[in-house]
T-cell receptor, first 106, second 112 residues
Framework: GIQVEQSPPDLILQEGANSTLRCNFS?????LQWFHQNPWGQLINLFY???GTKQNGRLSATTVATERYSLLYISSSQTTDSGVYFC????????FGAGTRLTVKP | ETGVTQSPTHLIKTRGQQVTLRCSSQ?????VSWYQQALGQGPQFIFQ???????GRGNFPPRFSGLQFPNYSSELNVNALELDDSALYLC???????????FGPGTRLLVL
């Protein structure tokens, strides 16, 4: 099955900084999703982005399906952005990466 | 708030016991998927149900089984619990397979 690789595994930022999280896939992606998992375990949908670019407030995502990668941009980070960010290919059996653990310090 | 609920929130069992976890999907969502998330890892797909039929299964043994009901509720059953079954169990609902999945808050299972 498809392999999903996320980088970096850990990221520590000062409040207000920008960051880019990357997701690489071993095969063609069909229905890419980005999630944020808060400290209580709840997975929150950020983007459903099989291709192209989408923006939602301080967050934006770009998927280049032909090159098998997706990027999540976080601008002007806040402490509430802390948590683990996952990308996944939603092809019935959704394959998740290992996640990027983001810590935003005040 | 995703509209997907799970019960119980926490559960402690002993090795060899059986457990049933429950999920209530968003109304109108015909598809439910279950995932196991061990500490420090990404969620792993267990299986998916679509209109009450199994529609795909991950690499989990048969002692993991499920049911989906017409009222948008579903169950995950695990028999003969092992210590390694300790994890966060997540369900997710979607309108149809392959569409955006919305996750519940999870059930934390501890097997002693």
């Amino acid at each position: 099955g498809i392999q999903v690789e996320q980088s970096p595994p850990d990221l520590i930022l000062q409040e207000g900084a920008n960051s880019t999280l990357r997701c690489n896939f071993s095969d063609s992606v069909n229905n890419l999703q980005w999630f944020h998992q808060n400290p209580w375990g709840q997975l929150i949908n950020l983007f459903y982005i099989p291709s192209g670019t989408k923006q939602n407030g301080r967050l934006s995502a770009t998927t280049v399906a032909t090159e098998r990668y997706s990027l999540l941009y976080i601008s002007s980070s806040q402490t509430t952005d802390s948590g683990v960010y996952f990308c996944a290919d939603n092809n019935n059996d959704m394959r998740f990466g290992a996640g990027t653990r983001l810590t935003v310090k005040p | 708030e995703t509209g997907v609920t799970q019960s119980p929130t926490h559960l402690i069992k002993t090795r060899g016991q059986q457990v049933t976890l429950r999920c209530s999907s968003q109304s109108g969502h015909n598809t439910v998927s279950w995932y196991q998330q061990a500490l420090g890892q990404g969620p792993q797909f267990i299986f998916q149900y679509y209109r009450e039929e199994e529609n795909g299964r991950g690499n989990f043994p048969p002692r993991f089984s499920g049911l989906q009901f017409p009222n948008y509720s579903s169950e995950l059953n695990v028999n003969a619990l092992e210590l390694d079954d300790s994890a966060l169990y997540l369900c997710a609902s979607s309108l149809d397979p392959g569409e955006t999945q919305y996750f519940g808050p999870g059930t934390r299972l501890l097997v002693l």
